[in-house]
């Protein structure tokens, strides 16, 4: 209880942090022989907890793939392609819509060697591409350099150690070189390098980044919401009373007796919560994570919802075996104390998962997303503590009890209304699996078009237009009735010009992607004026008007979100047309540049290979940040203008940053 106790605490710490260098992978480069002609070049790589490090050969399209790069070579040729070794995982991203393969904790690639001459020499970089649930950095290098003498004829290859760079091995003209193509000559009256100085301090000056914390408050808060829904079902509300009115007359004592009502609430907490950590436990965070985007899985919990929703609409009822509940019950009769309250609550679990059942699964599936060992205990914390409230307020006020609701046909009313809401959620999980296989029959206005008949149904449904078998003759509508009516039938109007291509901010995180739509008119998209920061800040310079970094990438899914969610609001998209310059860097352009430049970055050789090295270098050296999305406004200097903003879908948040940046220019002007 201690632990449980620490944990509800940490519930109200918010974890945010400044714009900081990310090095969530710690490589280690070899090379190891096999025989006299035969060698491996074999990395090894540490990863950290929530982050996933990308496999080989993944295609064009997703993430960036690891790969085998050499610089120089003599006296060795390669034996086939880098291959990855170790536990990799396999499946379907929705986002990046294509199957992906990764490793978790620690990866392994090998490049096998053949010797050709005694002596041999080799210079590279292997390239690879990492990400978390909130961003993914730039595709990094781990640079090698092996040199050695090999008796091809048949003598024992010489034992080989890797060179390792020093600053007096680094070539003055590559210096020179690093200048001319880092810091291109500049126009106007702009200093040389004064657009590349870093500014870290002065962008931590302003105070902590815009990034938004998914912590373990909004997964607490999702299952107390599930949980006040199981509340209001037939087959929790009518107990309610009947327990409190147990514990309050089982003994004279009656402090004895709200005692007892507090330790069944209690009692509630500790099996909710344990069901939690056992299915982590069971399964382990990272197999729930790739089960609930796993397409067989998702069409088994498809037809699970299916079945939960024909019998909430009255088809069939579904309960457990009854002689568990009974045993359980006969357990509680026979026994006293705290076992005797432990096993009533154990029981109430029991009778109501035919209701309870759908709501904890469908909880359980959707935070095993984060990937963290604890988020399903605390998700069930939430719903625990919904579920087990009543139960010790009507205990200490039991006066409350004669306001109490009665049981009735409203309480069908709201059975069959899950029904129709899980009828809707069968859809999203069918849409994975359709997406996985690549069946191609949920497309998003296939989709969009059954839920605007779902919702629509609901709508009439509460109006009393229909009834199922279940439901009573009451002919009257409550107000709240009427008002639930409205929402479910005003948000399938919503849904309406999505079958034209509207973004629909409400539902894009459960819809099908937009490219799976065979028509689409939207076309109200932001697009960068620049892809190139020194050509941008000189115009900006030249216009007087401040500057917008979008530090991004082709296969950064992040960055989509806020693109899609918050740059197409009519205030954010007319604030960037108008009042920055918009300047997109892509981290991941593998636009090759005019040569290969050498420079340090934190005591340590990074070759910059490509236009994406060249921007990635300038947010880390610039800004001290590697994640993205990341954008930071500036001035015509290069200076930063306020705080720098990061992955958060908040419209009101991004506005307040672009209009502080402005204000801000306009101060210093």
């Not at 990937?371 to 409350?400: E, Q, R, S």
């Not at 409203?410 to 129709?420: E, P, S």
Request: proline fraction near 5%; glycine fraction near 6%.
């Amino acid at each position: 209880m201690k632990k449980t106790y620490s944990l509800f605490l940490l519930l109200f710490v918010a974890i945010t942090a400044f714009a900081q260098i990310h090095e969530p992978a710690k490589f280690k480069s070899e090379l190891k022989t096999i025989s006299d002609t035969e060698a491996e070049i074999v990395f090894t790589a540490t990863i950290d907890p929530g982050w996933h490090l990308y496999s080989t050969d993944l295609g064009d399209d997703g993430p960036t793939s690891a790969s085998f790069n050499v610089d120089k070579m003599s006296g060795i040729e390669l034996v086939g392609n880098l291959v990855p070794v170790g536990k990799e995982i396999e499946k379907y991203d929705n986002l990046f819509e294509m199957q992906l393969r990764y490793f978790e904790n620690k990866a392994e690639f090998i490049q096998k060697l053949k010797f050709i001459a005694p002596q041999y020499s080799i210079e590279g970089y292997l390239e690879y591409g990492i990400c978390n649930d909130e961003a993914c950095l730039p595709p990094t290098a781990v640079n090698f350099d092996f040199a050695g003498t090999a008796n091809v004829a048949g003598s024992t290859a010489a034992v080989v150690t890797p060179t390792e760079p020093t600053p007096a091995t680094i070539e003055a003209s590559e210096v020179a070189s690093a200048q001319d193509e880092i810091i291109p000559e500049q126009r106007g009256e702009l200093e040389p390098d004064a657009l590349w100085r870093p500014v870290i301090d002065e962008l931590h000056a302003f105070g902590e980044d815009n990034v938004v914390d998914r912590s373990w408050l909004y997964i607490f808060f999702t299952g107390m919401v599930g949980g006040f829904i199981a509340l209001l079902t037939p087959c929790v509300w009518p107990i309610i009373p009947m327990t409190v009115s147990f514990f309050l007359k089982r003994t004279k004592d009656k402090k004895k007796g709200i005692r007892d009502a507090w330790t069944y609430g209690a009692s509630i907490v500790v099996i909710y919560v344990a069901i939690g950590l056992i299915v982590t436990a069971l399964f382990g965070p990272s197999a729930l994570n790739a089960l609930s985007t796993n397409a067989v899985f998702n069409i088994l919990f498809f037809l699970m919802l299916i079945v939960f929703a024909a019998s909430f609409f009255g088809a069939f009822e579904i309960r457990l075996p009854s002689k568990w509940s009974n045993a359980v019950d006969n357990k509680a009769e026979s026994t006293t104390g705290l076992l005797s309250i432990f096993l009533m609550a154990f029981t109430l679990s029991l009778v109501s998962f035919s209701c309870t059942g759908p709501i904890i699964g469908f909880l359980l599936v959707q935070v095993s997303t984060t990937g963290n060992f604890i988020a399903p205990a605390i998700g069930m914390l939430g719903f625990a503590i919904a579920l087990a409230l009543p139960f010790t307020l009507f205990a200490l006020f039991p006066t409350w009890l004669k306001s109490m609701p009665k049981s009735g046909g409203w309480m069908n009313v709201i059975k069959v209304t899950l029904g129709f809401l899980e009828l809707a959620f069968a859809l999203k999980f069918l849409s994975v699996a359709d997406l996985a296989y690549g069946w191609r029959i949920l497309d998003r206005e296939v989709f969009l078009s059954l839920w605007i008949v779902i919702f629509m149904l609901l709508g009439l449904y509460l109006l009393g237009k229909f009834k199922f078998k279940h439901d009573d003759d009451e002919n009257k509508i409550g107000v709240t009735r009427f008002f639930m009516a409205l929402i479910s039938m005003a948000f399938a109007v919503y849904m309406i010009p999505g079958l034209w291509g509207a973004p629909l901010k409400a539902v894009s995180a459960f819809a099908p992607p937009m490219h799976t739509q065979d028509l689409n008119l939207y076309n109200d998209e932001v697009h960068a004026q620049f892809e190139d920061y020194d050509l941008g800040m000189e115009y900006a310079s030249r216009h007087n008007k401040p500057v917008m970094l979008d530090f991004t990438g082709y296969g950064c899914v992040n960055c989509r979100k806020m693109e899609l969610s918050v740059w197409t609001d009519d205030k954010v998209r007319s604030m960037i047309n108008d009042d920055y310059v918009l300047i997109t860097l892509y981290v991941d352009d593998k636009t090759p540049l005019s040569e290969n430049v050498t420079v340090y970055e934190n005591g340590k050789k990074r070759v910059l290979r490509t236009v994406g090295d060249k921007w990635s270098y300038l947010q880390s050296v610039k800004f001290g940040s590697n994640a993205q999305p990341f954008y930071v406004l500036v001035n015509n200097e290069g200076s930063p203008l306020t705080k720098a903003y990061q992955f958060n879908e908040s419209i009101p948040e991004y506005i307040k940053f672009l209009e502080t940046g402005l204000e801000n220019y306009k101060k210093q002007k």
